[in-house]
């Protein structure tokens, strides 16, 4: 079993900086595509990035040029530069993971890191 524990939250001003990452532990055959998504309250969770085992990377058009993903196939590790920040970022930013296990692939969520974008 895969477990996703996010950090680098935090309280940001409009226009700041904040680098979240995502590392996973446990047992598995590979991880495959890793990424990120946010949840704004009263609204549903969406896609921000997300990035393939080759580094392929896939951007929501409200961030492209604005944040990057990254990972650490060693460390099994994902990350999201977040700059130029803005209110509407704020929100609780999950990790997602797809593992492939001997029983198949499936969906792993972390428990989410609050990002706040004062303006």
């Known amino acids: 079993q895969v477990h996703l524990v996010e950090s680098g939250g935090g309280l940001v001003q409009a226009g700041g900086s904040l680098r979240l990452s995502c590392a996973a532990s446990g047992v598995a055959l590979s991880i495959n595509t890793m990424g990120w998504y946010r949840q704004a309250p009263g609204k549903q969770r969406e896609l921000v990035a997300d990035i393939t085992s080759g580094d392929s990377t896939n951007y929501a058009d409200s961030v492209k040029g604005r944040f990057t993903i990254s990972r650490d196939n060693v460390k099994y590790t994902v990350y999201l530069q977040m700059n130029s920040l803005k209110a509407e970022d704020t929100g609780v930013y999950y990790c997602?993971?797809?593992?492939?296990?001997?029983?198949?692939?499936?969906?792993?969520w972390g428990q989410g890191t609050q990002v706040t974008v004062s303006s």
């Open positions: 997602h993971a797809d593992v492939r296990s001997f029983s198949g692939t499936s969906g792993c």
